[in-house]
């Protein structure tokens, strides 16, 4: 998506971490007001269950906040 901006026939929403890519070519811009979200997901294969996979999952549902529902990594 970024290709077509930079050639001039688009506009994109990407992740703020791809603002290192073509910055001499295109503009980023944060919206200011609402801030957006992003919902994620952890995906793994269910025969894989390595320990490590329950340590990945502790640290992310204490590092994403939930929402005024009170939804989060389940």
């Known amino acids: 998506m970024i290709g ?5 026939i688009g506009v994109t929403v990407v992740a703020s971490s791809l603002g290192g890519v073509r910055p001499n070519e295109v ?5 200011s007001d609402p801030p957006m979200i ?3 997901a952890l ?3 269910e025969d ?3 320990p490590l996979l329950q340590d990945l ?3 992310a549902r ?3 906040p939930q929402d005024e529902s ?4 389940q």
């Not at 077509?4 to 001039?8: D, F, K």
């Not at 009170?70 to 990594?73: A, F, I, P, R, S």
């Open 62 to 64: 204490e590092a994403i």
């Open 57 to 59: 999952c502790r640290i």
């Open 48 to 50: 894989k269950r390595l």
């Open 27 to 31: 503009a980023y811009r944060r919206p």
């Open 38 to 40: 992003s919902e994620a």
């Open 70 to 73: 009170g939804d989060q990594l």
């Open 4 to 8: 077509l901006v930079a050639a001039g």
């Open 43 to 45: 995906v793994w294969k």
